[in-house]
């Protein structure tokens, strides 16, 4: 009997040592946020003779800020965020002639606090395409294209990077998407240059878009769920531009020139989320793109040819 309210009272004095202990406090810590954000652009090139710039449209970024973990900026009001760790970053601006451009740096810190600073920057860029891809894309007018069913790797996937540059991992047979999705083949491509010299290009899609759905497509009206198909779209027209190929890959195996599409309501080949279009090659009857694809690591390679 005592050992049992020897063990009564042994328990009970725990339970009260423990109860008893000083509670821990928990706490987020400092979050203060980023402070004395500065973003600076240095045009490259430029000079008293060259007041905007080289021409090359090279603008060097940087920011700087207290408390800051890591930064994003936005080269122009247009564009999407991209991601500068250290906050350094040389940029290329490529719409031709004399531009201004609001560039927004937002500086993070702990606990996803962050804080943005913006300047402007006036630079030159004097990138022209050889006149012969110009020729060949549109016909110094307008030329309509269409993905070339009958060749085999009219369609295909390969690593993005600067050192790969065919479809390594798969490559389409001849109509191999006409059972699945024989709107891939029917959708047209037409490429226009304007007197002004201005570029414009208008899809058509008699049986919808080839394209993968929600967040893996900028195409307006796509379902948020469902597989690679054809849905419907309306077609769309936009401006576009040709621009220095961003992606690296050598001069042997690229023109190094890309078509760069605006807004978000047109494609060529295959609804992306990007817009950047590297022409490999191109000729009056062939031109083959490179587009950087959907999942992170990917490109697509996509051959056209002139609509009969």
């Not at 050598?250 to 990007?274: K, P, R």
Request: net charge negative; with cysteine.
């Amino acid at each position: 009997m005592k050992n049992i309210i020897y063990n009564v009272i042994l328990v009970f004095s725990l339970l009260f040592f423990f109860n008893s202990c000083d509670k821990s406090n928990y706490t987020l810590g400092d979050l203060t946020p980023p402070a004395n954000v500065v973003v600076t652009a240095e045009v490259v090139g430029k000079d008293a003779d060259h007041p905007n710039g080289d021409g090359s449209g090279n603008v060097m970024i940087s920011v700087t800020s207290d408390y800051a973990l890591s930064y994003k900026i936005q080269y122009d009001s247009s564009s999407d965020l991209a991601y500068v760790p250290s906050g350094t970053v040389t940029h290329k601006y490529t719409d031709p002639g004399l531009h201004t451009y609001t560039i927004t740096a937002y500086a993070y810190g702990k606990g996803a606090s962050s804080t943005s600073a913006t300047t402007q920057v006036t630079v030159q860029s004097d990138f022209a395409p050889d006149p012969a891809i110009v020729t060949a894309l549109t016909n110094d007018d307008s030329k309509t294209w269409v993905v070339n069913k009958d060749i085999p790797g009219h369609f295909g996937v390969g690593p993005w990077d600067a050192t790969s540059f065919t479809p390594a991992w798969w490559a389409a047979g001849i109509n191999e998407k006409v059972a699945c999705c024989n709107c891939f083949y029917t959708a047209t491509f037409t490429f226009s240059k304007a007197a002004d010299g201005s570029y414009s290009l208008a899809v058509a899609t008699p049986d919808g878009a080839f394209t993968k759905t929600g967040a893996l497509t900028t195409l307006p009206g796509i379902p948020a769920t469902g597989d690679e198909a054809c849905y419907n779209y309306a077609g769309g027209t936009s401006s576009f531009k040709f621009a220095p190929a961003s992606s690296g890959v050598d001069a042997s195996a690229s023109t190094q020139v890309s078509v760069l599409l605006s807004g978000v309501n047109t494609y060529i080949g295959y609804g992306a989320t990007l817009k950047e279009y590297e022409i490999l090659s191109i000729d009056d009857n062939n031109l083959y793109l490179r587009v950087q694809g959907t999942e992170t690591g990917n490109a697509w390679y996509i051959k056209l040819t002139p609509k009969q």
